[in-house]
């Protein structure tokens, strides 16, 4: 009945309030993206050689090292990162829990996509954007769910 009321209701416009809570938590996840993203890469690149250098962020994310330098400054500014001349970039302690729950994220949505029959490959790529996206309630689904897969 839960999918007949859903396909019922997909055409029905959503109330003006509830469409503008919508469009206002996409709009957020879309400017948290790119901050989670690269903290979650500092920490991979710390955790695997020890260092995070500008280049290496710069190549692993496909853009130009000026790109990455104005990135590294809102870090800087919003409190994720420390940089330090000729050593490259180190997490703060909030940078550190913000990639750890960053982490934590993309592991539920990957999971989630492979218990249900999606590729490792693609499930990889496909948590990568689905894991800004989620709300709590939903990423708490995912994880239940494949954890009862997994019974």
């Known amino acids: 009945m839960k999918h007949k009321q859903l396909l019922e209701t997909e055409s ?16 957020h996840n ?41 990135m590294l400054k809102r870090l800087i500014a919003e409190g994720y990162i420390q940089q330090r001349p000729y050593r490259g970039v180190f997490l703060t302690d909030i940078g ?22 999606v590729s490792v490959e693609t499930a990889r790529i496909d948590a990568e954007g689905i894991e800004h996206h989620v709300s709590p309630e939903t990423l708490e689904a995912l994880k239940a769910f494949t954890l009862q897969r997994r019974s």
């Open 30 to 70: 879309r400017r948290t993206e790119l901050v989670e993203d690269y903290v979650e890469l500092i920490a991979d690149l710390l955790a695997d050689g020890g260092e995070a250098r500008q280049v290496d962020i710069a190549q692993r994310l496909g853009v130009a090292q000026p790109t990455v330098a104005k």
């Open 12 to 27: 029905s416009l959503v109330a003006a309030d509830a469409h503008m809570e919508s469009f206002k938590q996409a709009r």
């Open 96 to 117: 550190k829990e913000l990639a750890r729950v960053s982490r934590e994220r993309h592991q539920i949505v990957e999971s989630f996509l492979c218990s249900i029959g």
